[in-house]
């Protein structure tokens, strides 16, 4: 059950990454995001790199030292260890995006690759999420305008900023739609972000890297984030969906994400400016293939067949898997439970449900084109994220970023 075959061969995979970023000439990269989820797995990428020292990194913190312990303990949830990488104070700019001052220091003019990852990722309807996703971005490209040492500016975009109808093999349009076109208002603030930033900075050294769904780690599970993972857990529990079971999800994991936005950063000569990070054609996994995949990790012999549901019903499914864990713990077959809010559970099963009809695979052809490696399917390292997360009650689960 505990496949031990991924981390052998992503160690190695991560080893020869490390030696090839390394043979790259020196670069002093500022990321913006470390502390999140796709930041702390792209600095976690170039720990083994003689770049990791040089880099800088914008966080939110009181001050320079509590800034390097955030960054030091984001780094640490993508290894094994624990043991925190060393992170100096002078690598840190403290501040937030949306303020102007934290863009002044003067370290910023040494930079010679930017990544900007940070971004409000909330798919609720948040008052502050244009001030950072568009605004505090175009202020962040301003600054480094004029820095003539930089040599890459690459925007960590969302591949879902697409907009709807566009599948179902979706392919890397350089204009993304903004009005009328979006489920969320984060994946339309992505969006009209990477347009503003083409049209306002066409000499900025501008690459778009677009992750699908990033879930999960390929050999650590869900042990740096469960983000994402148990909508999927509770979509099999429930073995009912508002999408067709023949629906395509695209989903790659975290590390698989950090690297290929690390290489696109560092590789000298790239094609395009805009790329997705994607499982696309080749390790996309179908709905059925997931609850089957699911289904086996519950050691469940035959079970009902997957049940495609309406929209309304999916409230009345929440309230009933709160009753089913209830009797559950009662029953002493659950360990972990505590009380969900199940109205919330319903709003964000109606939001992945949306997302899910759209049934989209992202190319994946311009990240192979560079002679990058494709993503591995979800289905490699889904009983690692399930393993991960076994101690966690539901409601602990959700807190992971819905
Ligand atoms: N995760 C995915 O499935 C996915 C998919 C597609 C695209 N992406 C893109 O990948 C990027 C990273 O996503 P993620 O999942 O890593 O997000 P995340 O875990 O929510 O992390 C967000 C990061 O942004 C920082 N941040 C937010 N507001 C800030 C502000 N005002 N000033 C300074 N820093 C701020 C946060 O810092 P604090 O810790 O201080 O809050 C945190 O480091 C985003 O641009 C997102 O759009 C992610």
Redesign the pocket.
Known sequence: MFNLFPRSKWLREEQDFSARMSALGPARIFV??????????VAAALVGTPHFKQMLF????KSAAEGAQ?VRQ?IARFSLSEMPPHVSESQVVV?????PQ?FLDARLDQVSHVI???????LANRQ?IW???VD?TLRLAQRFSGVSSLQRFV???????CGVARGPLVTEALRLPVERAHLAP?TAS?ACAENQLRERFPDLPLVAV??????GHSWLGCKP?A??FWVLKVISELNRFVCPPSAYLDI?P?DY?ARIIVELTLKKSLSFSAYH?SAGQQSSTMVVELLQAFQGLGGKGKVQAYMRVAEADLMNMALSLGERHVAQQKAGEASHYEPFNARLLCKALRLYGRFSRLNYVFDQQRVLGEGLQPAPSFLDYINLCDHSIRNLSLKSQMAC?F
């Open positions: 913006t995001g470390v502390t999140g989820f796709v930041g702390g797995a914008l966080v939110r913190a955030r984001s501040g937030d995006l949306n303020d934290a900007h990852g940070a971004a409000i990722t909330s502050d001030a950072v996703n505090a925007y960590v975009g969302a591949a879902m900023a984060y992505k677009r992750p699908s769904m990033v879930i984030s983000r994402n790659v975290v994400c990070v970023g």
